[in-house]
């Protein structure tokens, strides 16, 4: 089925400088978004993309649905952007098997001072 | 603004007690609701949706329920509580038609 292979699994950054998190999609998606748990385990929204890129302060994404790809790309990072990250896509079949994302496993992102 | 209220925050229930869960969203007309679980140390699995009042459909089987009693309400229950209910229950919604969703702040479950 439809799956979503998401990387680094873990990311180590100190403070100020930034990288990018990406997914990869076995199929075509319609669309991806991007959230981030919480201290409690619930998601916020970071991002929700059906093509192009967006950019919210130090946090900029991009969705190739024809490549098959997205980037969440993190600079100047600071300390309380640690938490994990999930990138969560809308599958081929999303209408009929329910409107169900396809998450990603997370990245564990650790910021240093 | 649309908001969506999750309730109880945590609850410890006794295998075999009865359990209801409640999510309510407000400011948003025929939303698409659902219900998402997350075993500790396991992956979100979505549970049920809803398009619309009245209709839900299951999509794992966990000996849960839900409802769609009202257009802006999700219910999520069971008569017996099993050991394995125990996780993090998120609520969720989006527009029709789109799948920008929104998730609640989630009840953590403990059964014991």
């Known amino acids: 089925g439809d799956q979503v292979e998401q990387s680094p699994s873990a990311l180590s950054l100190h403070e100020g400088t930034g990288s990018a998190l990406r997914c990869n999609f076995t199929?075509?998606?319609?669309?991806v978004q991007w959230f981030r748990k919480n201290s409690r385990g619930s998601l916020i929204n970071l991002f929700y993309l059906a093509s192009g890129t967006k950019e919210n302060g130090r946090l900029k994404s991009a969705f190739d649905s024809k490549e098959r790809y997205s980037t969440l790309h993190i600079r100047d990072a600071q300390l309380e952007d640690s938490g994990t990250y999930f990138c969560a896509a809308e599958g081929r079949n999303y209408g009929s098997s329910g409107n169900k994302l396809i998450f990603g496993i997370g990245t564990l992102l650790s910021v240093k001072p | 603004a649309q908001t969506i209220h999750q309730w109880p925050v945590a609850e410890i229930k006794a295998v075999g007690s009865p359990l209801s869960l409640g999510c309510t969203i407000k400011?948003?007309?025929?939303?698409?609701l659902y219900w998402y679980w997350q075993a500790t140390g396991g992956t979100l699995q979505q549970l049920f949706y809803?398009?619309?009042?009245?209709?839900v459909e299951s999509v794992v089987q966990l000996n849960l329920s839900a409802s769609r009693p009202k257009d802006d309400q999700f219910i999520l229950s069971t008569e017996k509580l099993l050991l394995s209910h125990s996780g993090f229950y998120l609520c969720?919604?989006?527009?029709?038609?789109?799948?920008?969703?929104?998730f609640g702040s989630g009840t953590r479950l403990l059964v014991i």
């Open positions: 400011g948003k007309s025929s939303p698409n």
């Open positions: 199929t075509t998606m319609r669309a």
């Open positions: 969720a919604w989006s527009p029709q038609g789109d799948s920008d969703y929104t």
């Open positions: 809803s398009i619309t009042v009245g209709q």
